[in-house]
């Protein structure tokens, strides 16, 4: 029989969603997103990984830094019960950060075609845990979550790709 969960046990679930899982989450949402079109574009554009990689990593850190600066300063936590902005803007620094990394290691592969193969794997696996997050923890549904985060994703990707053909003619 499942043990009936005390009211304070709920508020402590409910804040650690709230101050540790939902920064996490919007970090890795935005790294793992807004990163897919300058990387593939610049793998389109150049056709040389290094430079692809390069652009993956500035684009991680800055977006890291830009939105973990950005939770922090969206509130200080008093009001909303969302507990420490400098813990809140480190979770979401370094989730964003690594939401960007994780696409942009393959391109340390010299071999575009191998590097791209293996960064679209990367993509996908990145947008199904982000999906099985939102599901666990955000109690969402989880075929509305898959198809809403593969979606978004899926444009942003297609994006990246098209503007890469466009630039180096093809």
Same mark, same amino acid.
């Given at each position: +029989?499942?043990? #009936?969960?005390? $009211?304070?046990?709920? #508020?402590?679930?409910?804040?650690? @969603?709230?101050?540790k899982v939902q920064p996490g989450l919007l970090g890795l949402m935005d790294g $793992?997103?807004?990163?897919?079109? *300058?990387? !593939?574009?610049?793998?389109?554009?150049?056709?040389?990984?290094? #430079?692809?990689? =390069?652009?993956?990593?500035?684009? $991680?850190?800055? /977006?890291?830094?830009?939105?973990?600066?950005?939770e922090a300063l969206s509130d200080d936590g008093v009001v909303t019960g969302r507990?420490? *902005?400098?813990? %809140?803007?480190? &979770?979401?620094?370094? /989730?964003?950060?690594?939401?960007?990394?994780?696409?942009?290691? *393959?391109?340390?592969? *010299?071999?575009?075609? @191998?590097?791209?193969?293996?960064?679209?794997?990367?993509?996908?696996?990145?947008?199904?845990? &982000?999906?099985?997050? %939102? =599901? #666990?923890? +955000?109690?969402?549904?989880?075929?509305?979550?898959?198809?809403?985060?593969? @979606?978004?994703?899926?444009?942003? !990707?297609?994006?990246?790709?098209?503007?890469?053909?466009?630039?180096?003619?093809?």
């Open positions: +029989m499942a043990s #009936k969960q005390t $009211s304070k046990e709920k #508020k402590t679930a409910a804040d650690f @969603v709230l101050q $793992s997103v807004s990163t897919l079109a *300058p990387i !593939f574009a610049t793998a389109g554009l150049t056709g040389q990984p290094i #430079k692809a990689f =390069y652009v993956g990593l500035a684009a $991680s850190l800055g /977006a890291g830094i830009s939105m973990g600066l950005a507990g420490k *902005p400098v813990v %809140r803007g480190a &979770i979401t620094a370094f /989730a964003t950060a690594l939401g960007g990394m994780l696409h942009t290691l *393959p391109f340390l592969i *010299p071999d575009l075609r @191998v590097a791209l193969h293996f960064a679209y794997v990367v993509v996908v696996f990145e947008l199904f845990a &982000i999906a099985f997050i %939102r =599901y #666990k923890f +955000m109690k969402t549904p989880l075929a509305s979550t898959i198809l809403q985060v593969i @979606v978004g994703g899926g444009i942003v !990707f297609g994006i990246g790709i098209w503007l890469g053909k466009i630039g180096a003619g093809s």
